[in-house]
C-alpha cells in the first residue's frame, strides 16, 4: 500500500504561484512515475505533469512554461510549482503515484484562482 498526502492548495489571485506537496509513504520502493492531474467542475481529470522515477518530466502543453514539476528523493515528496496562474487553473488538483503492480491516487486539494 501507498499513501499520499497532498497539501499546498488555496485560493490565489490572477498571476500569483502556489506549491503543491505530495508526500508518499508506505511500500514506495516500485515507483515509475507521479504526477498531478487535475479535475474542474464539469470536465473529465487530465494530466498537468508527470516525474519518472529516472528524473524525466512530461508537462501539458496548457500550463508548459509556467508549471513546473520537482521531486525530492529523500523526503518521498513530488512538487508541483505553479506560476502566472489563472483562473482557468481553477480545479481539484491529485497526486498519482504509479507504480509497477498498481496507481494510487491522493485525496485532492483544492486550488482556486480567482480575484
Known amino acids: 500500500q501507498v499513501q499520499l498526502v497532498e497539501s499546498g492548495g488555496g485560493l490565489v489571485q490572477p498571476g500569483g504561484s502556489l506549491r503543491l506537496s505530495c508526500a508518499a509513504s508506505g511500500s514506495i520502493f516500485s515507483v515509475l512515475r507521479m504526477g498531478w492531474y487535475r479535475q474542474a467542475p464539469g470536465k473529465e481529470r487530465e494530466l498537468v505533469a508527470t516525474l519518472t522515477s529516472g528524473g524525466n518530466t512530461n508537462v501539458a502543453d496548457s500550463v508548459k512554461g509556467r508549471f513546473s514539476i520537482s521531486g525530492d528523493n529523500a523526503k518521498n515528496t513530488v512538487y508541483l510549482q505553479m506560476n502566472s496562474l489563472k483562473p482557468e487553473d481553477t480545479a481539484v488538483y491529485y497526486c498519482?503515484?504509479?507504480?509497477?503492480?498498481?496507481?494510487?491516487w491522493g485525496q485532492g486539494t483544492q486550488v482556486t484562482v480567482s480575484s
Open positions: 498519482k503515484y504509479q507504480g509497477i503492480k498498481r496507481d494510487y
